[in-house]
């Protein structure tokens, strides 16, 4: 059975979408630790991230590097912190949050809420972004 993250992939499920390749696929988590929480996910399904061959998992984290130039082009913040859970979905993925302090990516914090309007401005401006650096 397809994960959720195939799903949104597929376009079965609807997502705010920033940053997409030929592999990969990166979008907000509606169930954000900061604004302009996104998820980077391998369209190939595997459920754990070190079951990917090297290769993959290597222009994985390229294409995660640039999304989080992206979101911090657009979304005041320090830093963007990187977390694999793993546990969550059984789909490999990065958590990619824009911090400021060690609190910013605790997990166990209360969820921040945003409109759909809000969140499709948020990852607009990140798509934006993310188009900038790539061309």
């Known amino acids: 059975m397809a994960s ?17 390749n030929d592999k990969f696929y990166a979008f ?3 169930n954000p630790l900061q604004k302009g929480h996104t998820l980077v996910v391998p369209k190939q399904e595997t459920d754990y991230i070190f079951d ?3 290769s993959l998992l290597a222009e994985m984290m390229v294409f995660s590097k640039k999304v989080a130039q ?16 793993g546990l969550e979905v059984p789909h490999a993925h990065i958590h990619l949050v824009p911090i400021n302090a060690m609190k910013d990516i605790n997990f166990a914090q209360p ?8 969140f499709e401005e948020i990852a607009s401006s990140i798509h934006q972004s ?6």
């Not at 959720?4 to 997409?20: D, L, Q």
């Not at 969820?111 to 809000?118: C, L, M, N, P, Y």
């Open 111 to 118: 969820k921040k809420e945003f409109t759909k309007e809000q």
């Open 28 to 30: 907000l988590d509606i």
């Open 70 to 85: 992206a979101i911090k082009n657009v979304i005041p913040c320090d830093r963007v912190g990187v977390a694999v859970i």
């Open 52 to 54: 990917l061959d090297d």
């Open 130 to 135: 993310f188009e900038q650096l790539i061309q």
């Open 4 to 20: 959720i993250f195939t799903k949104i992939i597929k376009g079965e499920i609807p997502s705010y979408k920033v940053a997409e």
